[in-house]
């Protein structure tokens, strides 16, 4: 694998892969010793254009891990705020001698521009382009449901018929759409419910169905419902439904949590508003996995850097 850049990319032979690596890794974490050598003497750049504390955080530690150098960029702070240019940005880094380059960029198709442009001869990684896709996020979601459901026997396994209900912001959602693909590639049967201001023009191409009524989308009850942040920084006043309004129609309140059975899985990529997508007790609960999705992404993002740059990388 030359590049990470979309989950619409990936076979699922290759998904499932990844997702196997991830399971080596996880096993590393649980040692004392958690470090590999595998990638000593490469130097990976996080290249990071708008905020983030859970994907920098976990790609820092998951190179690190690894025994690569790591160089943390952002572009507060950085010559970007003087105006300069990606191209130039990224040449900078080039010359800095960076093996690998994972980069979040407010811009949809920022990270397919770098791996295609000849400006840097790095792998790229995929942290999350403007609405587009957040591949790894949606690894380490996989890769959560697929431990929580089939523990130890995890291995080889996909997610043929296992039920989920994404919830809320898709229209801005990177997240959203890396999962709708991955999850259809994996098996897995999806159903986006939101506002209809909040749902992209034109979904009808996904592999998903589409509902407004979360309540019938809940009964009966899925095995996993993702709910998704309410993206303000994003929004106009238009698509937005009052705090209130929002919170009691399309979040997961104390009243629909305690309707869901036990077995349901509920998720959120973080970070959250809490009381307004999601109520502090389903967050909260044996039930939630947000810790656990945090702590899968270092061994996703060590699988990621791992079979990006380990060897010889290939064309694919
Ligand atoms: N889930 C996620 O991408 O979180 P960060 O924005 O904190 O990286």
Redesign the pocket.
């Known amino acids: 694998m030359r590049h990470l850049l979309a989950t619409r990319d990936l076979s699922r032979d290759e998904a499932i892969e990844l997702l196997d690596i991830a399971e080596d890794m996880a096993a590393v974490q649980e040692r004392e010793v958690k470090k590999l050598p595998t990638l000593r003497g490469k130097t990976v750049v996080n290249l990071f254009f708008e ?6 955080i976990s790609f820092e530690a998951a190179a690190k891990r690894l025994s690569a150098d790591v160089i943390n960029f952002s572009a507060k702070g950085s010559s970007v705020s003087k105006g300069e240019s990606l191209k130039d940005t990224a040449q900078t880094l080039q010359a800095m001698g960076a093996d690998g380059v994972v980069v979040r960029h407010p811009s949809s198709g920022a990270p397919l521009v770098l791996a295609t442009s000849g400006w840097i001869d790095a792998g790229v990684v995929n942290a ?1 382009d403007g609405t587009h896709e ?1 591949p790894t ?1 949606a690894l380490l979601d996989a890769f959560t449901m697929r431990r929580r459901l089939h523990g130890a026997a995890s291995r080889g396994r996909d997610l043929d018929g296992v039920r989920i209900v994404i919830v809320g912001d898709i229209l801005h959602s990177r ?1 959203a759409r890396s999962n709708v693909w991955l999850l259809d590639t994996l098996g897995a049967d999806v159903t986006l419910v939101a506002p209809p201001t909040l749902l992209p023009v034109d979904p009808s191409g996904w592999p998903a169905r589409i509902g407004y009524d979360l309540d019938a989308a809940l009964a009966p009850a899925p095995d996993v419902v993702m709910m998704l942040r309410v993206q303000a920084e994003r929004m106009h006043a238009a698509f937005f439904p009052n705090s209130r309004e929002y919170s009691r129609t399309w979040g997961l309140d104390d009243a629909r949590f305690d309707r869901l059975p036990p077995t349901t899985m509920v998720m959120h ?3 959250m508003n809490r009381g307004l997508e999601i109520a502090a007790r389903a967050a909260d609960s044996p039930q939630s996995t947000v810790r656990e999705q945090v702590a899968n992404g270092v061994s996703v993002r060590m699988a990621a850097l791992y079979l990006l740059l380990s060897g010889e990388r290939g064309d694919a």
Request: hydrophobic share 10%.
């Open positions: 905020d983030s504390t859970r994907t920098r999350g957040h996020q997240v990529p973080g970070p």
